[in-house]
C-alpha cells in the first residue's frame, strides 16, 4: 500500500492525531526525518561531492603537471587505482589478522 493511500486512510480514522503528528512534528522537522533514513544508505552520510574532489586532487598529485596526452593519463590513473587496491587489500588484511 502506498503511503498516501495510507495516510488517507488513517486520516479518516484519526484526523486529530495525524494534524497534531503533521503540525508537531512532520512540518517542522522532515528534514531531519529524510536525512535519518537517506543516511542509512550506500553513502555512508555523504551528501556532498568531498570523495569526488578528493580522488581529482590526488589524481592531480600523481600526474604532477597539468597537461599531458592520454596515453600517459591513463597510465597515471591505473597505476593510482591499483595502488589504492592494494591499499585496502593490505587494510583488509590486517583487520582480518586482529579480530
Excluded at 508537531?24 to 544508505?41: C, G, M, N, R
Excluded at 555512508?44 to 592520454?70: A, D, M, P, Y
Aim: glycine letters at 6%.
Amino acid at each position: 500500500m502506498s503511503f498516501n493511500k495510507l495516510i488517507s486512510r488513517f486520516s479518516t480514522l484519526h484526523s486529530k492525531a495525524l494534524e497534531f503528528v503533521s503540525t508537531t512534528w512532520l512540518d517542522p522537522y522532515k528534514e531531519y526525518f529524510v536525512s535519518a533514513w537517506i543516511d542509512k544508505f550506500f553513502h555512508f552520510g555523504n551528501s556532498s561531492t568531498n570523495r569526488v574532489e578528493g580522488g581529482h586532487s590526488l589524481l592531480q598529485k600523481f600526474l604532477e603537471v597539468s597537461i599531458g596526452n592520454l596515453t600517459t593519463i591513463r597510465k597515471t590513473f591505473d597505476q593510482m587505482i591499483n595502488l589504492q587496491y592494494t591499499d585496502i587489500k593490505r587494510s583488509f588484511g590486517e583487520s582480518c589478522i586482529k579480530n
